[in-house]
């Protein structure tokens, strides 16, 4: 009861699925909308349990005095005013200088958009302590990287401009765009294609159980 | 010229000194990055709640569900196609709602019915669509004539022994026979059932350079992706020390 | 010079390599030098269709992106609308990264107010929906399935552009500006299953991922990158917009880190292959 009901669902659904990609019937096609809709708002619930979980691990934390303890009161703090502030009315996420808005562009964007530009200053130091030529395919990737760094800026051209057509950093790394890096790029759908298939047919016919988690 | 407000000055130096504080992190771990991270946790949980909320669940669960109850108090249609209605709008809020049972250990096997749901669906999608995409559309894009290839490569060298100007067809006809063999090759590397020995041994070989290239290339993409997210905070920076002189006509 | 020099530079605290990063990032951006940006053909591709097509084409442009990769993504965006606006096209739009809902709501009306264009007959933005593999396949279908209501809370018939519009099919093409990994569902799903003619609009990260998909015609044009956005920014004549500006200190910064690379490398070699990290 506890994992066949779930198997059952898993291979009724899926198979449905898979087989009404090939079948145009108008039931079959009302079916299947109905079934992504379904989905969609399923997939809704499960995000609010992904918040939850959050709001769980910090309360926990607050309660316990664990480490770091106080700043899991900001982040409850701010969650709940949040949901508050954009609750507060249906036009709370639409009007531009609401404080939903305002708290959107001027608290979470900022600190988003830093957080990544963070990895500027790491790929820098990478390059610096740890890409190193050791070997011929080292020495391949480094070559390949500073060619398509050096031929997608203008200073490229600038530096092989007057060598003739074909030769230049841009047409160069053109080049290994168009065909090395489709080459391996390719090779590797193919794998992952192959590996979502399998996959996607190991759940269906209940050979991949992790999903279910453990317990009975 | 926009005219800046006080207040949006106000705001635009919180955003200023939250980015500071995510920068000083490059120094060392200290409290002010920790409070700007455990703030950004928060917001961002709060604001997913709101989207959520206005956007999908308002419109496809709770409005279809209040519509399909009002129904019930319409003389016209039969009822049993009504309370259809009903049960066809509440299944998806239910299966939806005994995620919930996750929380409780004694009856977190249930939320298993909700993820079988999920899972059966997308990979019952996935499984036509992603071998269609990835494997036989890219199979057949694979299947490039050797013969219009080497016949192109042909041509180019004749014209480059008779001293004439190359085209450089010859190098585009060798980037085709790159792409047809290092395909091969590179699935060659990546296919460990047979030793890589003799044959199978040379196309890995081979199937590992040219992958070595492609991830040159994406490594050199990965920088300036990178450089490009620093330059937008800049931006951003050098926009609030503009509105601060704007402000106070400096 | 000497191995205990290379040492020490094998050595250097990495905050002194942030440092300089940031100035050389910084330092070009304060003044505008302008170095010319070569068109790649697979952005061309993008702007030849868009050019193509006739006034009151419906063009549907989906845009996932937050604020992590709106550096990237943001001035790409702006120009492809502004191109289609500005060829009088009428732009279907969504954004299916929940991050990015309220900065591209706010994008598209923006640019839109700039060309006179008003909403419900010359734009429509759908908003957000999860889990948008599900989605895309029901908008295959038709888009007031996942979408009964735009961002707006309007119902789709109510919008004079939406009538008669029901699914991809009604669509002249789709230029997908994407920072995740949903750029594989569109050519899945949205090309595969259902034949729309889609670009794609990526990162740099995920750029080379998809010259696969170029060379299959899967997808028929690639913006990747700022550097992507610089060359639309150009072909519709923007020269002085954000990215073409911000190319001065790719250009500058990217020079930086190959010395880096290489006098790492020297160091490393320098030192005898002793240090090994």
């Given at each position: 009861m506890k994992r066949e009901v779930p198997l059952a669902i898993v291979f009724i659904c899926g198979t449905f699925m898979a087989f009404q990609y090939f079948v145009p019937h108008y039931i079959s096609a009302a079916i299947y909308q109905n079934a992504l809709n379904w989905t969609i708002i399923v997939g809704i619930f499960t995000l609010v349990v992904g918040i939850g979980s959050l709001v769980d691990l910090h309360y926990d934390r607050i309660r316990f005095r664990k480490d770091s303890w106080k700043y899991s009161i900001v982040t409850l703090v701010s969650l709940v005013l949040m949901t508050v502030i954009g609750l507060s009315s249906p036009n709370a996420i639409q009007n531009p200088r609401g404080l939903f808005m305002m708290i959107y562009f001027y608290v979470l964007s900022p600190v988003i958009a830093t957080m990544f530009a963070l990895l500027a200053f790491f790929i820098a130091s990478a390059a610096f302590r740890a890409f190193r030529a050791r070997n011929v395919l080292a020495s391949l990737l480094l070559l390949s990287a500073m060619i398509v760094m050096l031929g997608r800026i203008p200073i490229g051209d600038m530096l092989t401009g007057w060598l003739p057509e074909g030769l230049r950093f841009s047409d160069i790394a053109r080049y290994i765009l168009d065909y090395p890096n489709t080459a391996a790029k390719r090779a590797i759908y193919i794998g992952v294609g192959l590996g979502v298939a399998a996959t996607s047919l190991k759940i269906i016919l209940g050979i991949e159980r992790t999903w279910l988690g453990g317990g009975q | 010229m926009q005219l800046v407000t006080f207040g949006d000055l106000i705001w635009m130096t919180s955003a200023a000194f939250l980015t500071f504080c995510i920068f000083s992190f490059l120094f060392r771990d200290n409290p002010f990055y920790r409070f700007a991270e455990h703030l950004t946790v928060g917001v961002s949980a709060g604001y997913w709640i709101a989207i959520l909320y206005h956007t999908s669940l308002t419109d496809l669960w709770l409005e279809p569900l209040g519509a399909s109850f009002k129904a019930l108090g319409h003389p016209e249609g039969s009822i049993i196609a009504k309370i259809g209605v009903i049960l066809l709008n509440l299944t998806p809020g239910l299966l939806?709602?005994?995620?919930?049972?996750?929380?409780?250990?004694?009856?977190?096997?249930?939320?298993?019915?909700?993820?079988?749901?999920?899972?059966?669906?997308?990979?019952?999608?996935?499984?036509?669509?992603?071998?269609?995409?990835?494997?036989?559309?890219?199979?057949?894009?694979?299947?490039?004539?050797?013969?219009?290839?080497?016949?192109v490569m042909g041509a180019d060298l004749t014209v480059l022994f008779n001293y004439g100007n190359s085209t450089l067809l010859f190098w585009q006809g060798f980037g085709q026979l790159i792409i047809l063999v290092g395909s091969m090759c590179g699935l060659a590397y990546f296919y460990f059932s047979a030793e890589h020995k003799g044959f199978m041994g040379g196309a890995a070989k081979i199937g590992i350079w040219i992958l070595m290239l492609g991830f040159g290339a994406t490594f050199g993409y990965t920088v300036m992706s990178r450089i490009s997210l620093l330059i937008g905070r800049f931006n951003y920076l050098i926009g609030w020390v503009s509105a601060i002189g704007d402000y106070f006509r400096i | 010079m000497t191995q205990a020099f290379w040492h020490k530079i094998m050595d250097i605290d990495r905050r002194w390599i942030y440092l300089v990063i940031g100035i050389v990032t910084f330092v070009p951006m304060l003044r505008y030098i302008g170095m010319p940006v070569q068109i790649t053909s697979e952005v061309k591709s993008v702007y030849d269709r868009i050019e193509s097509l006739q006034p009151g084409t419906i063009v549907m442009v989906p845009?996932?992106?937050?604020?992590?990769?709106?550096?990237?993504?943001?001035?790409?965006?702006?120009?492809?609308?502004?191109?289609?606006?500005?060829?009088?096209?009428?732009v279907l739009s969504t954004a299916f990264m929940i991050d990015g809902v309220v900065l591209i709501e706010n994008d598209l009306k923006v640019i839109a107010a700039e060309y006179g264009k008003v909403y419900g007959k010359d734009y429509v933005y759908l908003g957000y929906k999860p889990y948008m593999e599900v989605v895309l396949l029901n908008m295959g279908e038709n888009f007031r399935k996942p979408f009964p209501k735009d961002y707006y809370g309007n119902k789709l018939d109510d919008?004079?552009?939406?009538?008669?519009?029901?699914?991809?099919?009604?669509?002249?093409?789709?230029?997908?500006?994407?920072?995740?990994?949903?750029?594989?569902f569109w050519?899945?799903?949205?090309?595969?299953?259902?034949?729309?003619?889609?670009?794609?609009?990526?990162?740099?990260?995920?750029?080379?991922?998809?010259?696969?998909?170029?060379?299959?015609?899967?997808?028929?044009?690639?913006?990747?990158?700022?550097?992507?956005?610089?060359?639309?920014?150009?072909?519709?004549g923007r020269n002085k917009d954000i990215a073409n500006r911000s190319m001065d200190a790719v250009s500058v910064a990217h020079v930086f880190i190959i010395l880096f690379i290489i006098i790492g490398n020297i160091a490393f070699f320098a030192t005898g292959r002793e240090k090994r990290i």
């Amino acid at each position: 009861m506890k994992r066949e009901v779930p198997l059952a669902i898993v291979f009724i659904c899926g198979t449905f699925m898979a087989f009404q990609y090939f079948v145009p019937h108008y039931i079959s096609a009302a079916i299947y909308q109905n079934a992504l809709n379904w989905t969609i708002i399923v997939g809704i619930f499960t995000l609010v349990v992904g918040i939850g979980s959050l709001v769980d691990l910090h309360y926990d934390r607050i309660r316990f005095r664990k480490d770091s303890w106080k700043y899991s009161i900001v982040t409850l703090v701010s969650l709940v005013l949040m949901t508050v502030i954009g609750l507060s009315s249906p036009n709370a996420i639409q009007n531009p200088r609401g404080l939903f808005m305002m708290i959107y562009f001027y608290v979470l964007s900022p600190v988003i958009a830093t957080m990544f530009a963070l990895l500027a200053f790491f790929i820098a130091s990478a390059a610096f302590r740890a890409f190193r030529a050791r070997n011929v395919l080292a020495s391949l990737l480094l070559l390949s990287a500073m060619i398509v760094m050096l031929g997608r800026i203008p200073i490229g051209d600038m530096l092989t401009g007057w060598l003739p057509e074909g030769l230049r950093f841009s047409d160069i790394a053109r080049y290994i765009l168009d065909y090395p890096n489709t080459a391996a790029k390719r090779a590797i759908y193919i794998g992952v294609g192959l590996g979502v298939a399998a996959t996607s047919l190991k759940i269906i016919l209940g050979i991949e159980r992790t999903w279910l988690g453990g317990g009975q | 010229m926009q005219l800046v407000t006080f207040g949006d000055l106000i705001w635009m130096t919180s955003a200023a000194f939250l980015t500071f504080c995510i920068f000083s992190f490059l120094f060392r771990d200290n409290p002010f990055y920790r409070f700007a991270e455990h703030l950004t946790v928060g917001v961002s949980a709060g604001y997913w709640i709101a989207i959520l909320y206005h956007t999908s669940l308002t419109d496809l669960w709770l409005e279809p569900l209040g519509a399909s109850f009002k129904a019930l108090g319409h003389p016209e249609g039969s009822i049993i196609a009504k309370i259809g209605v009903i049960l066809l709008n509440l299944t998806p809020g239910l299966l939806g709602l005994l995620m919930f049972s996750r929380f409780f250990s004694k009856t977190s096997w249930i939320s298993r019915w909700s993820i079988a749901f999920y899972l059966g669906i997308s990979c019952g999608v996935e499984l036509p669509l992603f071998l269609q995409s990835f494997v036989v559309r890219q199979v057949a894009a694979n299947m490039i004539d050797p013969r219009a290839i080497f016949s192109v490569m042909g041509a180019d060298l004749t014209v480059l022994f008779n001293y004439g100007n190359s085209t450089l067809l010859f190098w585009q006809g060798f980037g085709q026979l790159i792409i047809l063999v290092g395909s091969m090759c590179g699935l060659a590397y990546f296919y460990f059932s047979a030793e890589h020995k003799g044959f199978m041994g040379g196309a890995a070989k081979i199937g590992i350079w040219i992958l070595m290239l492609g991830f040159g290339a994406t490594f050199g993409y990965t920088v300036m992706s990178r450089i490009s997210l620093l330059i937008g905070r800049f931006n951003y920076l050098i926009g609030w020390v503009s509105a601060i002189g704007d402000y106070f006509r400096i | 010079m000497t191995q205990a020099f290379w040492h020490k530079i094998m050595d250097i605290d990495r905050r002194w390599i942030y440092l300089v990063i940031g100035i050389v990032t910084f330092v070009p951006m304060l003044r505008y030098i302008g170095m010319p940006v070569q068109i790649t053909s697979e952005v061309k591709s993008v702007y030849d269709r868009i050019e193509s097509l006739q006034p009151g084409t419906i063009v549907m442009v989906p845009m996932e992106f937050d604020p992590a990769t709106a550096a990237e993504l943001q001035p790409m965006s702006r120009a492809i609308l502004r191109h289609c606006f500005s060829r009088n096209l009428k732009v279907l739009s969504t954004a299916f990264m929940i991050d990015g809902v309220v900065l591209i709501e706010n994008d598209l009306k923006v640019i839109a107010a700039e060309y006179g264009k008003v909403y419900g007959k010359d734009y429509v933005y759908l908003g957000y929906k999860p889990y948008m593999e599900v989605v895309l396949l029901n908008m295959g279908e038709n888009f007031r399935k996942p979408f009964p209501k735009d961002y707006y809370g309007n119902k789709l018939d109510d919008l004079p552009m939406m009538k008669g519009v029901n699914n991809y099919s009604n669509l002249a093409c789709i230029v997908n500006v994407n920072g995740t990994s949903g750029a594989d569902f569109w050519i899945n799903y949205a090309n595969g299953r259902y034949g729309a003619p889609l670009a794609l609009g990526v990162t740099a990260v995920m750029a080379t991922d998809y010259y696969a998909f170029l060379q299959s015609k899967q997808i028929f044009g690639l913006i990747g990158g700022l550097k992507g956005a610089a060359e639309y920014e150009k072909l519709i004549g923007r020269n002085k917009d954000i990215a073409n500006r911000s190319m001065d200190a790719v250009s500058v910064a990217h020079v930086f880190i190959i010395l880096f690379i290489i006098i790492g490398n020297i160091a490393f070699f320098a030192t005898g292959r002793e240090k090994r990290i």
